[in-house]
Structure formats: structure tokens, C-alpha cells
């Protein structure tokens, strides 16, 4: 008996007058995921004009959220979402985890107020498939009840141990999952890692170059979160869902933001989280492709119209594999010329 449930009734609705799930995710333009404290009216206010500035906005009710705030920030975060129109601007939310007193609330509450404007729910400190389960169920009932006319995607965070060991299942577990982001604030104390800091690297986590006489052995770190992204970023790839990479916390460090967020781009990721104002323009910077990248994507696309047989262009080899790599380039590109007019110009797309 296979574990999960069978092709056929894979894509059913869980409830009777729920919206059918979709086969296809959606395909959007997701380079930051931008996170509001919706109990704060001031940032609340911002709204309006942040929508055109971002892809995603995320009202976030967990971690962060002191846990005499959490009505507070569920009732904001209602309003928020009914008092703006985010037109092609992704709205999400990050409720509580499922252990915590405040989640059925956040669930019921947010669904049955703005369900049909909510995109997205990402779950936190998803360990397995069954986190996936519970979810899913209580939305079908729930989009029933409240005749919500588009399936809520679920988007977890890769953040326990446990969730590690089962992302291909986490992946797989229902038409609604959207993706995955790394939580490596989270997983780095559930896994007893030896670390303070949101993301990053860590000086200490480095190889050695050998000893060569007197001279001083020089040390190149390495990055803390290079298997954790790869495994994710398969599992999401396989099962056609989208990975992320999440927070990066030091607000004073751009650079090491952009290259922590770059290492998951080239890895296949499609976004990450914005936590601070300033990392909207890292995350657009390093999520819209290099502009040299998609003119020689472009190149590749034009010299195999058909995609198949072998050129050389500037004495590198093309065939239909690398006509798949630019594939992916170009049409991210495209994606993205059709939401920035300012990079429209500048792909000349
Ligand atoms: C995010 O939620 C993290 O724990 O890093
Ligand atoms: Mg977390």
C-alpha cells in the first residue's frame, strides 16, 4: 500500500463546497517575502505604499509577536488585509505553531475574515507530513464554510530536525503546499548548533588550508547552511513547490545579507524573507537575474530555436541542457520585466 493517498484522490477537495485544489501552483514573481508586525498601527499605515515596493507581504503572528500581542496582532492583521487592495502583491500570513494556544484562533479567525483575500499560510515549525494534513483539512472545512472561492496555500518552515529528516514528505503532502523556507534561527537550537546568530555564516566554521612551513595557515568559511538549502531545495524541485531561504538577521551587514541570499538563488531558490526595509532592495537585487545573464540566456534561447543540437557561443558549449539553464534565467527574467518596469528596461524585455 503506497503511504500517502492514492493519484486519484490526491487532487479531491477535503470538504464537500470546498474549491477544488489546484494542480499547478500559481506561477508568481516571490523575490521577498516581506514581514509586518500587524499589531503595530504605525506599521500598518506603511501598507499602502509598500504594496507597489514588494512581492509578498506577510502579516506575522508568531515568533517576534510578544504573546500578550497575539489577539492584537491577528485583529491587525485582519485589518490590514481588508483595508487594502494588494492587487498583484502576494498576502500571507504566519500563524502560530500547531502546539500553541493561539493557533485555532489565528486559523478560524483570519479564514473566516479575509480568507478570500489571503494567498498563502505559512506554518511554522512543520516536523512532518501530518502538519501538512492537519492544515489542509481544517482550510477545506473552513473554505467551505465561507464559500472562499481559491484553495489558501500552505508554505511551511524548514526549521525542527525532524521537519529536515521529512521535507520530501512535508513536500508532498498536499496540492496546497506553495514551498518551504529555511528557519535557520529555529533549526539551529532545535539541532543544538553552536550559534547566536539568524542565518549567515559563522567565522568559526571553516577548513584549514595545510601547513606550509612557517607561514600562517590561512582559514575559508564555510557556509553553515549549504546541505540544509541543497536537501530543501530538491525535495521543493521534485514535487514542483518553490524553496526560500528565510531571515537574515544582521540589520548592519548588507553585504553578508546579499551573499547569504545569493548562495540560495544560485542554489535554486526563489526568494527570501525581508525583515528590515533594507533587505527589500538586497532580496530584488540578488532575486531578478543578472542582467548579463539573460542577455547570454538570450543568446543561447535565439542560436536553438527548438531547443535541441549543439552551438558555440563565445567558445562555450550549448546544447539542449544548458538551453534549459537559460530557460530558467530568461524566464524568471520575463517574470520580473512584467512586474518592474525598471527592470524591464534594463533586460529589454
Ligand atoms: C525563522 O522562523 C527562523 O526560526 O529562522
Ligand atoms: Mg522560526
Redesign the pocket.
Known amino acids: 500500500m503506497p503511504a500517502g493517498r492514492t493519484p486519484r484522490q490526491f487532487f479531491r477537495p477535503l470538504a464537500i463546497g470546498a474549491p477544488a485544489p489546484l494542480r499547478e501552483q500559481p506561477v508568481r514573481l516571490e523575490r521577498m517575502i516581506h514581514f509586518v508586525p500587524p499589531h503595530i498601527e504605525k506599521m500598518r499605515a506603511k501598507i499602502p505604499a509598500m504594496i507597489n515596493q514588494v512581492d509578498v507581504i506577510l502579516g506575522n503572528l508568531?515568533?517576534a509577536i510578544p504573546a500578550d500581542q497575539k489577539d492584537a496582532a491577528r485583529q491587525g492583521f485582519i485589518e490590514m488585509a481588508r483595508d487594502n487592495d494588494f492587487g498583484a502583491t502576494g498576502l500571507w500570513t504566519r500563524i502560530n505553531c500547531l502546539n500553541s494556544p493561539w493557533v485555532l484562533d489565528d486559523i478560524i479567525e483570519v479564514v473566516s475574515a479575509v480568507g478570500e483575500k489571503l494567498d498563502v499560510i505559512m506554518l511554522?515549525k512543520v516536523d512532518g507530513a501530518w502538519d501538512i494534513h492537519y492544515l489542509d483539512q481544517l482550510l477545506a472545512q473552513l473554505e467551505a464554510r465561507h464559500g472562499i472561492s481559491k484553495p489558501i496555500g500552505i508554505h511551511a518552515?524548514l526549521?525542527t530536525a525532524e521537519g529536515v529528516m521529512n521535507v520530501e514528505d512535508i513536500a508532498a503532502a498536499s496540492p496546497r503546499m506553495h514551498g518551504m523556507?529555511?528557519?535557520?534561527?529555529?533549526?539551529a537550537a532545535f539541532r543544538g548548533m553552536k550559534t547566536t546568530r539568524?542565518?549567515g555564516g559563522h567565522p568559526d566554521y571553516q577548513v584549514l588550508a595545510d601547513a606550509d612551513g612557517d607561514k600562517p595557515r590561512v582559514g575559508f568559511q564555510q557556509d553553515l547552511w549549504h546541505y540544509t538549502v541543497a536537501k530543501m531545495v530538491d525535495a521543493c524541485a521534485s514535487y514542483g513547490i518553490k524553496a526560500f531561504y528565510?531571515?537574515f538577521g544582521d540589520f548592519s551587514d548588507p553585504a553578508a545579507c546579499e551573499a547569504q541570499f545569493r548562495n540560495a538563488f544560485l542554489q535554486g531558490c526563489h526568494g527570501a524573507w525581508s525583515l528590515h526595509p533594507s533587505q527589500i532592495d538586497i532580496a530584488k537585487k540578488v532575486y531578478s537575474p543578472d542582467p548579463g545573464e539573460v542577455a547570454f540566456a538570450k543568446r543561447i534561447l535565439d542560436a536553438m530555436p527548438d531547443g535541441t543540437g549543439a552551438v558555440m557561443i563565445d567558445g562555450k558549449m550549448q546544447d539542449d541542457a544548458t538551453w534549459k539553464q537559460a530557460k530558467v534565467i530568461y524566464d524568471l527574467a520575463e517574470l520580473v520585466a512584467a512586474k518592474d518596469p525598471e527592470y524591464a528596461e534594463i533586460y529589454g524585455i
Open positions: 508568531e515568533d511554522p518552515i526549521e523556507s529555511l528557519g535557520p534561527a529555529d533549526l539568524v542565518g528565510g531571515p
